[in-house]
């Protein structure tokens, strides 16, 4: 089999260290490239080979645990994600995700982000404390009912969407898309019973109506989750709370216990007689 | 919920707005319309035009209840906007105020003008 | 070694401008705000030659009239008329898919992923298309 043609990639990473005073600046940084290398694996090979004072996260190097979140080429990616290849350029430009705080060159503080989204109080919250503190079997939950949130459930916590926000650029106080979109989530969620907590936490001046259908986050979601259709519902919910439109819906209840059980089926025939 | 109250009667306002203002702007730029399309009609801008109008009941109506979903609709996205860049609570009380007070102090001057020439 | 704060590393209000190439829906955003600002500049000058000047009698009001004549507030008044009608057309889009009702239903998400911003795309170039032949008409009177 033919050896993949090596090609030499500039990478302009942004280098910015705490310790000293300088502002952060652009580093080149040339690899061999070859196909199917993705942008994860040239900053490892700089990492290694070249300077290994370079931070970035990883972990998972296969788009699931987040960590990688990174602007290329001016666009929110997840390096491990992105190919080289899919730039079609000699030269690639990695920043830290904007709109987040920059620890050290490529990492960037997502605690910020962790307390908004904790601030929507991402659980099921439900007022039968009985049945929550001492569980007896399962909530009833139909398909319909699940499919009604299951795609904002894959949220992998990376932060590109709050990068890619417009309004997270400017407004600090935003809550962001991650977070709407996991309030919506639990609110949208038969199980729980808690959306007047959460409502009350977006219903506020820099909360979901501060969420202009720019669509960016959507578009730079690396898992499909669509956080804007979750906020758009999300205001559709407050709206019709805000017009006394809402019927209250009771909290799924837990499955009845089996009354009765179905007859036993009774043990088959030996195939194989037994010639004893 | 206040706050999607606000933004609700904000969608509603622009709602009305698109048919108000689309009344007004069809009304005096008619002639610019019909004349790319080779018709000709009396020019709505001048006194005599704008007097009558002003003489008209509903026309009156119309212009008070447009500058008062104007402002509403207006003041209150040019509040968002701001407040997107502001952070401290002073700083959003300050503007919520101000423009509260300038919204106020347009509608009723706004409003005194056409009253004015329509009993006159 | 010494324990630093982390770098703040917001946009600011040029990351309403420009930010990396995103698609349409990002700058229809940004043109709404734009129009909307714009309109607002032009309703202040509109209130004071409608008050102050309309209620100082006829030549005070033929001579606002004469000085708008000038083709510069020709051009003026057609890009608020275009600014309207787009700003009206976008915002009643807003009004559909921010209450989810012109969105569609959540999907699980299969590679490759369609957001429903995406699907529902089609119909955001139709309502710009028409704009565009708006501003057009418009136009063509100003210069013809």
């Known amino acids: 089999m033919a050896n993949s043609s090596l090609k030499q990639i500039t990478f302009k990473v942004q280098r910015y260290n705490p310790e000293d005073s300088n502002p952060p600046y652009l580093e080149e940084f040339t690899i061999p490239s070859s196909r199917g290398m993705t942008v994860l694996d040239g900053l490892i090979y700089i990492k290694e080979n070249l300077d290994s004072t370079l931070s970035f996260r990883t972990s998972c190097r296969m788009g699931i645990c987040g960590s990688c979140g990174m602007l290329i080429n001016n666009y929110p990616h997840l390096a491990c994600h992105t190919q080289i290849e899919e730039f079609h350029s000699n030269t690639l430009t990695v920043k830290p995700l904007p709109n987040q705080p920059i620890i050290k060159d490529l990492v960037v503080d997502l605690m910020p982000m962790f307390n908004v989204h904790k601030s929507m109080k991402p659980y099921i919250i439900r007022h039968d404390t009985k049945e929550t503190e001492n569980p007896t079997a399962e909530f009833a939950q139909t398909p319909e009912e699940v499919n009604a949130f299951l795609q904002f459930t894959y949220c992998i916590k990376c932060g590109i969407c709050v990068s890619a926000c417009p309004t997270s650029a400017s407004d600090k106080l935003f809550l962001g898309p991650q977070a709407l979109a996991q309030c919506y989530r639990y609110c949208a969620d038969s199980r729980d019973d808690g959306q007047q907590e959460r409502l009350s936490v977006v219903d506020a001046d820099h909360g979901a109506w501060h969420c202009h259908l720019a669509g960016a986050c959507s578009e730079a979601c690396p898992k499909g989750l669509d956080p804007a259709l979750a906020i758009q519902l999300l205001k559709r919910q407050m709206a019709s709370q805000a017009l006394g439109l809402r019927r209250k819906k009771r909290p799924s209840p837990v499955v009845p216990p089996l009354t009765e059980t179905k007859p036993k089926v009774p043990f088959p025939e030996f195939t194989v007689k037994d010639n004893r | ?120 | 070694m010494k324990q630093t704060k982390p770098r703040q590393n917001y946009l600011g209000a040029s990351g309403w401008v420009w930010a990396g190439n995103y698609k349409l829906e990002r700058y229809l955003y940004l043109l709404h705000r734009i129009t909307g600002l714009g309109m607002l500049l032009f309703f202040l000058f509109h209130m004071i030659e409608t008050t102050f000047f309309r209620i100082q009698g006829q030549s005070m009001w033929e001579a606002t009239m004469t000085l708008l004549e000038n083709p510069w507030f020709e051009v003026g008044i057609c890009l608020v008329a275009v600014a309207f009608v787009y700003h009206a057309l976008n915002g009643l889009r807003l009004l559909l898919q921010e209450f989810g009702f012109a969105l569609g239903k959540p999907t699980p998400p299969i590679y490759p992923y369609k957001d429903s911003l995406r699907r529902q795309r089609p119909w955001t170039i139709a309502m710009v298309s028409v704009v565009v032949i708006i501003a057009l008409v418009f136009l063509i009177d100003i210069i013809v």
């Open chain 2, 1 to 120: 919920m206040r706050t999607t109250r606000f933004r609700l009667v904000h969608m509603l306002a622009g709602a009305v707005i698109a048919v108000l203002l689309g009344i007004h702007m069809v009304v005096i730029h008619l002639d610019s319309i019909l004349r790319f399309f080779g018709a000709n009609t009396a020019n709505t801008t001048s006194w005599q035009a704008m007097i009558e109008r002003a003489g008209q009941g509903t026309w009156v109506g119309i212009y008070i209840a447009l500058l008062a979903f104007v402002l509403y609709h207006g003041f209150y996205g040019l509040r968002g906007v701001i407040l997107e860049v502001t952070t401290s609570a002073k700083t959003t009380r300050i503007v919520t105020w101000t423009l509260i007070i300038v919204g106020i102090v347009t509608f009723i001057w706004g409003s005194y003008v056409p009253i004015a020439l329509l009993s006159s």
